[in-house]
T-cell receptor
Framework: GQQVMQIPQYQHVQEGEDFTTYCNSSTTLSNIQWYKQRPGGHPVFLIQLVKSGEVKKQKRLTFQFGEAKKNSSLHITATQTTDVGTYFCHNTDKLIFGTGTRLQVFP | DAGVTQSPTHLIKTRGQQVTLRCSPISGHKSVSWYQQVLGQGPQFIFQYYEKEERGRGNFPDRFSARQFPNYSSELNVNALLLGDSALYLC????????????FGSGTQLSVL
């Protein structure tokens, strides 16, 4: 069946280091969304990407949508402890969330 | 404005029982979706409702059912509970279905003993 895989599954970094999570779909996507879920919390919408090759930035976060619209990435520059959480991509066509990448940041 | 509200926040049931979870969407939102999230995994899509009609259904058994009311609130029912139904049940609302950003409630933590 349809899957949305994310790598890595888990990453811990030192505060100030960069972090990247990759999202790969088995099918072409109309658009893709990214959510962040803090420990013990619920998913919170970060951004939506629609166009092939699109790049969007939110402060230290950079989101990319692949040219073939089958993959996406989220890059965080100079991580902070407030970035801790699990990051999910979301296939809005099939309402499928990715497997998630759990980020731990050590001060 | 209030966000998405879910009740109850926590629930403990035993195997074979039935449970009803409730969700009130953000005012003006007409679409409600339900997700099951097992610890350490991503949310799994269960149902989507829009204007009181079911718009989508995930790969869940018939023990799971839902409905949406005229005020756009929604209920998720699970019959004949199994241990494996223990999870966080999340409700999300959006203006309309299909590519709109989702606003999630804090969820109902269901434990089946």
């Amino acid at each position: 069946g349809q899957q949305v895989m994310q790598i890595p599954q888990y990453q811990h970094v030192q505060e100030g280091e960069d972090f990247t999570t990759y999202c790969n779909s088995s099918t072409t996507l109309s658009n893709i969304q990214w959510y962040k879920q803090r420990p013990g919390g619920h998913p919170v919408f970060l951004i939506q990407l629609v166009k092939s090759g699109e790049v969007k930035k939110q402060k230290r976060l950079t989101f990319q949508f692949g040219e073939a619209k089958k993959n996406s990435s989220l890059h965080i520059t100079a991580t902070q402890t407030t970035d801790v959480g699990t990051y999910f991509c979301h296939n809005t066509d099939k309402l499928i969330f990715g497997t998630g990448t759990r980020l731990q940041v050590f001060p | 404005d209030a966000g998405v509200t879910q009740s109850p926040t926590h629930l403990i049931k035993t195997r074979g029982q039935q449970v009803t979870l409730r969700c009130s969407p953000i005012s003006g939102h007409k679409s409600v979706s339900w997700y099951q999230q097992v610890l350490g995994q991503g949310p799994q899509f269960i149902f989507q409702y829009y204007e009181k009609e079911e718009r989508g259904r995930g790969n869940f058994p018939d023990r799971f059912s839902a409905r949406q009311f005229p005020n756009y609130s929604s209920e998720l029912n699970v019959n004949a509970l199994l241990l494996g139904d223990s999870a966080l049940y999340l409700c999300a609302s959006s203006l309309v279905p299909g590519g709109e950003k989702l606003f999630f409630g804090s969820g109902t933590q269901l434990s089946v003993l």
